[in-house]
């Protein structure tokens, strides 16, 4: 079956650190460029980070930059997402979403060009 599987979301306190994984199943990401997203209760999915297929570019959204870390497995299949120094606003449902081509430079594409979507993981920041 071919599919995207996020974990690692979890209840964390303000300042805590959690690493979220984006696993792929029935194909490899090598020449994926994978992007998270976020969506907090009643607001839009936003982009938060992303990783081209070559060379392993990376950006950020400027509310994350400096906190998150996106990095690619390529022997794992897995992307992960290293999200430091957690505040109350990084609440919400994390997704990854897969683009496969050849892309230098990644960047957030509209939802309907990714190829694939995880189902999502729950990330709560709170005391």
């Known amino acids: 079956q071919v599919q995207l599987v996020e974990s690692g979301g979890d209840l964390v306190q303000p300042g805590g650190s959690l690493r979220l994984s984006c696993t792929a199943s029935?194909?490899?990401?090598?020449?994926?460029?994978i992007s998270w997203f976020r969506q907090a209760p009643g607001k839009e999915r936003e982009g938060v980070s992303c990783i081209s297929s070559l060379y392993d570019s990376t950006d950020y959204t400027e509310p994350v930059k400096g906190r998150f870390t996106i990095s690619r497995d390529n022997a794992n299949n897995t992307v992960y997402l290293q999200m430091n120094s957690l505040k109350p606003e990084d609440t919400a449902v994390y997704y990854c979403?897969?683009?496969?081509?050849?892309?230098?430079?990644?960047?957030?594409?509209?939802?309907?060009?990714?190829?694939?979507w995880g189902q999502g993981t729950q990330v709560i920041v709170s005391s």
């Open positions: 979403a897969a683009v496969h081509g050849l892309f230098s430079q990644c960047r957030f594409l509209d939802e309907d060009d990714y190829d694939y």
């Open positions: 029935g194909f490899t990401l090598d020449y994926y460029a």
